[in-house]
């Protein structure tokens, strides 16, 4: 991903390029290292850019959790950035290709979208991790009056299917780079007529990373509606096995099996296994009853929290376990004298939330946005304004 090596330069002169900045909005350091980190906006997106200091030069990169779909504007903000402050480039990988996929504003959707989102189709279908999109662009070619949500968190995957989405002129798939545990539940509850997993990666030394669980599980029966399924394609005996153990767990289901069952499109890894002659297990899932409606009205917002002296020195850096979720903050960052970011983890142990919260003498906001309206992201999200506001420090 990109980013620059550049010779190593005393970062407190970026204070005084912040008024004058076209894209430069605050420098945070870190509380426990040399690290520091760069609040930008560029092309109508907040994000933030880390500088990792070293002996004899400095990285300056993109920061995961809030770095934008778009790579050419992470590119663009690092040649900014170095130009504005007058680095010495050593080395970078920031050179724009024009010729990449063109992110369409039409198909791909963020996840905070979802929140208030007209359907253009009565027919709804997710596919997760749709990888190389063969399956997903046949199904919406062939299925013309269903919308294909396609979720995938490998970038330059959903890159390339937005690109395959334009040349072709399909008009009936959304594209999401987001993790599909958290994603179905911000769908309304029997809309769905299929969810398709095909060949998900097995996880077998870490098998919390799956996509199927019992959560999964139980999230796909109320958005499918009545006679929908959910579809587990895999060539791997152990995941087999286990989706098998998990859909029986439950005190009711309708499940059907089948084995070596060609398809009439066949993926890449699929035609891979077939050449190694490997065993191929479809596993359906049928929902057999329609869900309660979603609830809905959670609050994200901060209200009246607000950085006061020395917040930091009362917040824990070990992960606190509650029932149901936990939170953990796993680094800090100071900003002057009233504002402090903190990047955090919470919400559900198999699929946490990863997010920056920004505080200052006026506010607290996530930076860039609020995390996915789930019910154990809201419970985690109550007891954060617990531990930041007076009440909740433990030095009072």
Same mark, same amino acid.
């Given at each position: 991903?990109?980013?620059?090596?550049?010779?190593?330069?005393?970062?407190?002169?970026?204070?005084?390029?912040?008024?004058?900045?076209?894209?430069?909005?605050?420098?945070?350091?870190?509380?426990?290292?040399?690290?520091?980190?760069?609040?930008?906006?560029?092309?109508?997106?907040?994000?933030?850019?880390?500088?990792?200091?070293?002996?004899?030069?400095?990285?300056?990169?993109?920061?995961?959790?809030?770095?934008?779909?778009?790579?050419?504007?992470?590119?663009?903000?690092?040649?900014?950035?170095?130009?504005?402050?007058?680095?010495?480039?050593?080395?970078?990988?920031?050179?724009?290709?024009?010729?990449?996929?063109?992110?369409?504003?039409?198909?791909?959707?963020?996840?905070?979208?979802?929140?208030?989102?007209?359907?253009?189709?009565?027919?709804?279908?997710?596919?997760?991790? @749709?990888?190389?999109? /063969?399956?997903?662009?046949?199904?919406?070619?062939?299925?013309?009056?269903?919308? @294909?949500?396609?979720?995938?968190?490998?970038?330059?995957?959903?890159?390339?299917?937005?690109?395959?989405?334009?040349?072709?002129?399909?008009?009936?798939?959304?594209?999401?780079?987001?993790?599909?545990?958290?994603?179905?539940?911000?769908?309304?509850?029997?809309?769905?007529?299929?969810?398709?997993?095909?060949?998900?990666?097995?996880?077998?030394?870490?098998?919390?990373?799956?996509?199927?669980?019992?959560?999964?599980?139980?999230?796909?029966?109320?958005?499918?509606?009545?006679?929908?399924?959910?579809?587990?394609?895999?060539?791997?005996?152990?995941?087999?096995?286990?989706?098998?153990?998990?859909?029986?767990?439950?005190?009711?289901?309708?499940?059907?099996?089948?084995?070596?069952?060609?398809?009439?499109?066949?993926?890449?890894?699929?035609?891979?296994?077939?050449?190694?002659?490997?065993?191929?297990?479809?596993?359906?899932?049928?929902?057999?009853?329609?869900?309660?409606?979603?609830?809905?009205?959670?609050?994200?917002? @901060?209200?009246?929290?607000?950085?006061?002296?020395?917040?930091?020195?009362?917040?824990?850096?070990?992960?606190?376990?509650?029932?149901?979720?936990?939170?953990?903050?796993?680094?800090?960052?100071?900003?002057?004298?009233?504002?402090?970011?903190?990047?955090?983890? @919470?919400?559900?142990?198999?699929?946490?939330?990863?997010?920056?919260?920004?505080?200052?003498?006026?506010?607290? /906001?996530?930076?860039?946005?609020?995390?996915?309206?789930?019910?154990?992201?809201?419970?985690?999200?109550?007891?954060?304004?617990?531990?930041?506001?007076?009440?909740? /420090?433990?030095?009072?």
């Amino acid at each position: 991903m990109p980013h620059l090596k550049v010779t190593s330069f005393d970062t407190q002169m970026i204070d005084n390029a912040i008024p004058q900045s076209d894209i430069l909005t605050f420098r945070a350091t870190s509380l426990t290292s040399d690290d520091e980190i760069l609040g930008v906006e560029l092309g109508g997106e907040e994000f933030l850019l880390q500088i990792k200091p070293d002996v004899n030069d400095t990285l300056v990169k993109y920061d995961k959790v809030t770095r934008p779909l778009k790579v050419n504007l992470l590119k663009e903000a690092l040649d900014k950035v170095s130009k504005e402050l007058k680095l010495e480039v050593q080395s970078s990988n920031i050179t724009i290709h024009n010729t990449k996929a063109a992110l369409s504003s039409e198909y791909f959707k963020k996840i905070e979208d979802f929140e208030n989102i007209t359907y253009p189709k009565e027919k709804i279908s997710v596919e997760v991790g @749709f990888g190389s999109g /063969r399956h997903l662009l046949y199904q919406a070619e062939k299925n013309p009056d269903t919308l @294909f949500i396609g979720l995938e968190i490998h970038t330059p995957s959903a890159q390339q299917v937005l690109k395959q989405i334009e040349l072709n002129s399909i008009e009936n798939i959304w594209v999401v780079n987001y993790d599909a545990r958290l994603f179905l539940e911000m769908l309304p509850s029997n809309v769905c007529e299929q969810i398709f997993v095909h060949f998900p990666v097995p996880w077998d030394k870490k098998p919390h990373r799956r996509v199927i669980s019992p959560s999964f599980l139980d999230e796909s029966m109320r958005v499918l509606r009545e006679g929908g399924r959910l579809e587990l394609r895999t060539d791997s005996d152990n995941y087999y096995w286990y989706a098998l153990e998990t859909f029986f767990s439950v005190p009711k289901t309708q499940v059907e099996i089948r084995k070596n069952e060609a398809l009439e499109v066949t993926s890449k890894y699929e035609a891979r296994w077939l050449r190694q002659e490997k065993d191929i297990y479809d596993v359906y899932v049928k929902c057999q009853e329609n869900s309660e409606p979603r609830k809905l009205g959670m609050d994200f917002n @901060f209200n009246d929290v607000k950085y006061t002296n020395d917040l930091e020195k009362g917040l824990t850096k070990k992960p606190m376990i509650f029932d149901g979720y936990f939170v953990h903050f796993e680094r800090m960052y100071k900003s002057g004298e009233g504002k402090l970011l903190i990047k955090c983890a @919470f919400g559900s142990f198999d699929r946490p939330e990863h997010k920056y919260i920004l505080l200052t003498n006026e506010s607290c /906001r996530y930076f860039v946005s609020p995390p996915v309206k789930t019910q154990v992201n809201y419970e985690a999200h109550k007891k954060l304004m617990e531990l930041l506001s007076i009440e909740g /420090r433990t030095d009072v």
